[in-house]
C-alpha cells in the first residue's frame, strides 16, 4: 500500500504544527511550500519541499510554485481509474491524499484603509485556491481541508477509522468551494468597486454568517443573519451588544430602520420604531429632552418598541428609558451610571454603534422571488433639495424647523406616507395606505387636537387638493412635499385659500 501524503501551505497557521505532528503519526508524509514549510521544520516535523516533488524551482518571488503537473495529478488522478494509475506510474508521479490550504489573506489586507491597489493585487492567490479546487473536485479520493476548525475532525476520523469517510470528504468539499466562492466574489467586489462600475453584467456579493436566529418574521420560519465581509461601521451588524437576549430577526430589521432614521440628524434625536415605521420621534438640546418628545409623541405605541438615538445616553434619560417596557436601545454609548441602570432589565437590548457623520451612498439589496433589486440607499437631505415656495406665504422660522423634522422622517415611513411635527417632535404618522388622503385622515387623528398649528410632509406629491383641505380642516399651517403633479396648481390653489404655506422640494420619498 502506498504511504497516504499531505500537502500543507497556510497563511493561517493557527494550530498548523500540531495538526502536521498528528497527521505524521498516521505515518503520512508532509509535503509542504514556503513559510509553512520553514515552521513545520522549527516544530520538529519531517516535511519534504514542494520542489522535491515538482523537480522545479519555486520561482517569480513565490508566485509560481504548485501550479505543476507534479501536484495536480496527484490530486486529480481517481485512484480506482486504471488508466490514471497507469499514466502516473509512467511519469513517475505520486498521489497527494490531503490537501490543507488557507489563501492569502486578501480580506485583512484590503481591510486597512491604507491599503495601495498594488498590495491588494499581490494578495491574491492563485495557486491556493488552484489546488482547493482540484482536490474538491476528487473528493471521494482526497481530503481537503480549508478551515483550521476541521483539523480536529480529521484527526477523530483517522483515529476512528484509519481514514477520512466519504460524507465528511464530501461535506469538507462543499467547504472548500463556497470558501473559494466566496474569495473570488471578495475580489471580484472590490476591484468592482475599484472601476466604479455599478451595474455589472453580473452580480456578486459575499457575506458571512454572524448568527442563526431563533426564527425568522415568524416562529415556523428559519433565519439566519449575515453580514458584509467587510464590515460596514454605524451599521447593526457592526453593533456591540451590552444587555439582553440575542437579536430577532423582527429586532434586527426594526433597529436597522430606527438607526437610519436617526442619522439624519444632527441635533440630539431620539427615533422610537414599531414594525419599521416611526411611532415618535423627538429633537432637542439633551438626549432626555429628545426622548421626552418622542415619547409625548406616542406613549402608547413606544410601548415594546426599539429607541435609538445619536448621543450618549446618561443617567437622568435611562432612569426614563426604564419606566417603560423597550426592546432595544440603541446609542453610540452609555455612561457607567446609565448603564447600571438599564442592565437592571435583564431582557432589554442594549447595542453602541459607531455612527459616522458621512456616509457613503451604499447599495440596498431587496430580494424577490427569482431574483434581486438593487438599488442606491435614499441618501437625499435636505440640504440637497431645490426649494421653491409656491404658495402666497412662506413658512414661519418655527414652520421651517418643523417641515424639515417631518421631511427628514416621512422618508422613513412605508408609503403612502403622511407625517405631522410640531414643536420638534412628531406627533401623528399615516403609513402604508393605499391613497394619500387616508394616510393623511390617520395622522390627523392620532394627532387629534396637536395638529392645530402643526407641519405636515408627504413623502410624494398631491394628486389632488383632498389631502389639503383634510389639512387644513385640522387647523394644519405648513406642508412639504415634493411637487410634480400635473394637478399642483390645485393644492396651491386650496393652500392659499386656507392661508397655508407649502414648499416644494423635488424629489419623492416612497418607501415600500
Known sequence: MNQKRALISVSNKEGISEFAQSLQAHGIEIISTGGTQKLLKENGVDV??????????????GRVKTLHPAVHAGLLAIRDHEAHQKQLENLHIGMIDYVVVNLYPFKETISNPDVTFADAIENIDIGGPTMLRSAA??????????????????????????EVSTEVKKEFA????????????????????????????????????????RYGENPHQSATFYQETLPVASSIASAKQWNGKELSYNNIHDADAALSMVKEFK????????????CGVGV??????????AYEADSKSIFGGIIATNREIDESAALKMKEIFLEIIIAPSFTEEALKVLTSKKNLRLLTIEQAENQEIRQKLTSVHGGLLVQDED?????????????????????WNDLKLAWQVVKHVKSNAILLAKD?????VGA???????????AIEQAGEKAKGASLASDAFFPMDDTVEAAAKAGITAIIQPGGSIRDEDSIKKCDEYGIAMVFTGVRHFKH
Open 432 to 442: 402604508g395606505q393605499m391613497n394619500r388622503v387616508g394616510a393623511a385622515e390617520i
Open 284 to 293: 432637542g438640546e439633551t438626549v432626555e429632552q429628545a426622548y421626552d418628545r
Open 379 to 399: 441618501m437625499y437631505s435636505f440640504d440637497d433639495a431645490t426649494i421653491s415656495i409656491p404658495t402666497k406665504r412662506g413658512p414661519t422660522d418655527e414652520e
Open 174 to 213: 462543499a467547504k472548500v468551494f463556497r470558501h473559494t466562492a466566496h474569495y473570488d466574489a471578495l475580489i471580484a467586489q472590490y476591484l468592482t468597486r475599484e472601476i466604479n462600475h455599478k451595474s455589472p453584467e453580473t452580480l456578486t456579493i459575499t457575506y458571512e454568517k454572524r448568527q442563526d436566529l
Open 48 to 61: 519534504r519541499g514542494i520542489s522535491d516533488i515538482t523537480d522545479f524551482p519555486e520561482i517569480l518571488d
Open 267 to 278: 441635533k440630539p434625536a431620539v427615533v422610537a420604531v414599531k414594525h419599521m415605521n416611526p
Open 424 to 428: 420638534q417632535m412628531t406627533i401623528g
Open 137 to 162: 473536485k476528487n473528493h471521494r479520493d482526497v481530503t481537503v481541508v480549508v478551515d483550521p476548525k476541521d483539523y480536529k475532525k480529521v484527526i477523530s476520523e483517522l483515529d476512528a477509522h484509519g
